[in-house]
Structure formats: C-alpha cells, structure tokens
C-alpha cells in the first residue's frame, strides 16, 4: 500500500511543481490554489510511504517520478521543446525509479 500511496504523491509533485509555474509567483488564484493543496497531499504522502519504505528509496522514488512527469506535461503541451535525447534521458529515470522498486525488495 506504501508504494501505491509513494507513486501517488510523486504524481502529486508534478502537479503542484506545474501549478507552481502557472501561478506566476502567486499571482494567479487558482494554480496557487492547487499548488498549496497539491504540495500538502504530496509530502503527506511521501511521510506515509517513508514509514514502511527507506528514506533515500522513497525520495528517490518520490522525485523521479515528480521530475518526468512534469517535463513530460511541458512537452506535450509545448512549454519545453522535445528532442530524442530528452525522452531517452528520461527513460533513463524511469528505469532507475523501477530498479530501486526492484532493489528495495531484494
């Protein structure tokens, strides 16, 4: 149930790390609305999956998930340019998020 909980609040960071752009440094309502909202449910989440999994896992984990998640919203929605070496990079995370899943159970 942690891990479900983790991937979850990285999903989370995402949201409330684009949120954060769109406020316009806490100009605009809304996007500071569900940035504050997001950022609350996120790191509640991260604590709850950090009693049952090690803390550098679940940071790890909780981070990556974060980070590819938001450049990959900026390039589908043109905030940020898309290139080959971009997306391999990014699989490169993916791939590293899964390995730490694998590791953590060994």
Do not use: D, H, Q
Request: hydrophobic content about 65%.
């Amino acid at each position: 149930m942690e891990w479900v909980i983790l991937i979850a609040s990285g999903v989370l960071e995402a949201v409330w790390a684009t949120a954060l752009g769109a406020s316009k440094n806490f100009r605009r309502l809304w996007p500071t609305v569900v940035f504050v909202v997001a950022l609350v449910l996120s790191m509640a989440g991260l604590s709850i999956a950090m009693t049952a999994i090690p803390v550098g896992t679940a940071y790890a984990v909780w981070v990556g998930i974060g980070a590819v998640l938001t450049v990959a919203y900026a390039m589908i929605f043109g905030l940020e340019k898309a290139s080959i070496v971009k997306i391999l990079l990014l699989l490169g995370i993916i791939g590293c998020v899964i390995g730490l899943k694998l590791v953590g159970e060994a």
